[in-house]
């Protein structure tokens, strides 16, 4: 099937998540490959971007890594063939004022028990007046049920948003959710899938010998992005404090 087809894009308005397969060359994922290593080990640095969702506080093992805004630290990435597609789909199904917000990685290190609880996206972001919004999870390893590929609880964006509480300080915000109303979707290197920003969602810990790496591209409007950046956020975990005292 057409990754531009109708059928795709009524598919995503009706469950909020669509799986594409083979997005990215061999070629192509061998670069992110790299690139994604040398963050993984700071060859750059990501003062004030890098976290464990997990909420470990070791600083010598992180379990669930999450780097903000490579293509901050790394402009030229936005010229690279993931971000040029990434904008096309997100266009494709959310119309054309649609721009990149924020770029992540996420790494769930090799015999991780800890799993990405289930949560809306949405519950993370400021409440905006247009809530088209959209993140495209890019595998770059094999992601698999044993390692923490991602499952969707189909239609879910169509509800009103859940409750979300945060167990912890510092650890990820999370809700009720389960396997049994959800859809698993296993990745090979180099496909995707995309949710809209209100389907619940989650990920199981990596029980495997290896890392399970994703590149994630986040989409909204233009007016949007701008509406959060006069509200002090930008996606680096700190509110500006010029706005945060408005």
Same mark, same amino acid.
């Given at each position: ?12 308005? %009706? ?12 070629? $192509? ?18 003062? /004030?971007?890098?976290?464990?969702? #997990?909420?470990?506080? &070791?600083?010598?093992? %992180? ?13 030229? *990435?936005?010229?690279? =063939?993931?971000? +040029?597609?990434?904008?096309? *789909? ?6 054309? +004022? ?27 972001? *400021? ?11 890019? #595998? ?7 390692? /923490?590929?991602?499952?969707?609880? =189909? ?10 509480? $945060? =167990? ?13 109303? #959800?859809? #698993? ?23 495997? &010998? ?12 233009? %007016? ?17 404090? %010029?706005?945060?005292?408005?």
């Amino acid at each position: 099937m057409d990754t531009y087809s109708k059928e795709n894009k009524i598919f995503f308005e %009706e469950n909020g998540y669509l799986k594409l397969t083979n997005i990215l060359d061999v070629k $192509q994922v061998e670069f992110y490959d790299k690139i994604y290593n040398d963050f993984i080990n700071n060859k750059y640095d990501t003062s /004030g971007l890098r976290s464990d969702l #997990s909420g470990g506080k &070791n600083k010598n093992q %992180e379990y669930i890594t999450q780097i903000m805004l490579p293509s901050k630290i790394l402009p030229f *990435l936005k010229q690279k =063939p993931m971000h +040029d597609i990434g904008l096309k *789909l997100a266009r494709f199904l959310l119309g054309d +004022d649609i721009i990149l917000d924020f770029d992540m990685l996420i790494n769930k290190a090799p015999h991780t028990s800890k799993e990405t609880p289930w949560h809306q996206d949405a519950a993370y972001w *400021l409440d905006m007046p247009d809530k088209r919004a959209l993140s495209i999870w890019f #595998s770059i390893d094999k992601a698999t049920l044993d390692n /923490g590929c991602m499952w969707y609880t =189909p239609k879910s964006h169509l509800s009103p948003l859940r409750k979300h509480f $945060q =167990p912890r300080k510092g650890g990820a915000l999370q809700c009720e959710g389960s396997e049994k109303e #959800s859809v #698993s979707i296993p990745l090979n290197p180099g496909s995707c899938v995309i949710h809209h920003g209100k389907t619940l969602h989650y990920s199981r810990g990596n029980s495997t &010998n290896s890392n399970r790496r994703a590149f994630i591209l986040n989409y909204r409007p233009k %007016e949007m992005v701008e509406f959060e950046r006069k509200n002090g956020y930008d996606h680096t975990g700190v509110i500006k404090q %010029e706005n945060k005292n408005k």
